[in-house]
């Protein structure tokens, strides 16, 4: 008997083990929260190191101390800083800690969707939620997305934030590092939805939470400030949603 009892406790106990491990693919998980960092409270939440080995991985976030941005692309990572004479300077390496991460695996993405002429946060979050619903998505959970193609304009910045500066606001975190815009050059943004996480992940103004890449100026990423989708001179942005 003892010996028929440790055969089904085996297989039970690794199959068991192999539920837990298993990949919840597209689902969002972060760590860290915007109200934190707004209060002070910059310190590292989270490991990139511990993530390096999930597959298709795209995440978003700030660096330990607000010394940077977080970029990764299915599994390729642009975290940028503050270089001399204020310039971007790109590490495409995992050996950073994380104030705020935000993060899902995405192993394939919908065809392409085109997006209208948009120049509000507001107007993106509708065609992105009704691109999400139309697709079966169930919008009352935070998804992620990407956007490709040429904004009209692309209003960016790389946090570096001074230490022991105690008071926080938008304005600040925006002007800390490099900063500045871009028109009609190609990008590719990493974005969240969420209509729960205002001030978690979201800003609380917003559903979104945007980084990008481009290669413009030598290269450059960090965090979306503000994006035109105006159809200028035959652009159109496309948006992409994770294929069900």
């Known amino acids: 008997m003892k010996k028929k009892l440790l055969l089904y406790i085996i297989p039970l106990s690794v199959l068991f083990s192999c539920q837990n491990n298993q990949v919840k693919q597209h689902e969002v998980s972060h760590s860290g929260a915007l109200m934190n960092l707004m209060s002070g409270n910059l310190e590292a939440t989270a490991s990139l190191d511990s993530l390096q080995t999930l597959p298709h991985l795209y995440a978003l976030g700030a660096l330990e101390n607000l010394k940077g941005e977080i970029q990764i692309f299915d599994g390729a990572s642009f975290v940028s800083k503050k270089e001399v004479f204020n310039k971007v300077k790109i590490a495409p390496t995992y050996d950073?800690?994380?104030?705020?991460?935000?993060?899902?695996?995405?192993?394939?993405?919908?065809?392409?969707?085109?997006?209208?002429?948009?120049?509000?946060?507001?107007?993106?979050?509708?065609?992105?939620?009704?691109?999400?619903?139309?697709?079966?998505?169930?919008?009352?959970?935070?998804?992620?997305?990407?956007?490709?193609?040429?904004?009209s304009l692309l209003k960016w910045h790389v946090i570096d934030w001074k230490d022991g500066d105690m008071v926080h606001n938008h304005k600040k975190h925006q002007e800390s590092g490099p900063h500045g815009t871009f028109e009609n050059e190609e990008v590719e943004i990493i974005g969240f939805y969420s209509e729960k996480h205002k001030a978690v992940f979201t800003h609380h103004t917003t559903f979104l939470h945007m980084h990008f890449k481009t290669d413009f100026k030598d290269g450059i990423a960090g965090h979306v400030d503000a994006i035109f989708g105006e159809n200028v001179f035959g652009n159109q942005l496309e948006l992409y949603l994770p294929k069900n």
């Open 96 to 151: 950073h800690n994380a104030s705020l991460l935000v993060y899902a695996q995405v192993p394939e993405w919908s065809d392409a969707i085109s997006l209208n002429e948009f120049t509000t946060n507001s107007q993106l979050e509708k065609q992105i939620k009704t691109a999400a619903i139309a697709q079966g998505k169930d919008v009352e959970k935070p998804f992620p997305f990407l956007i490709k193609g040429k904004p």
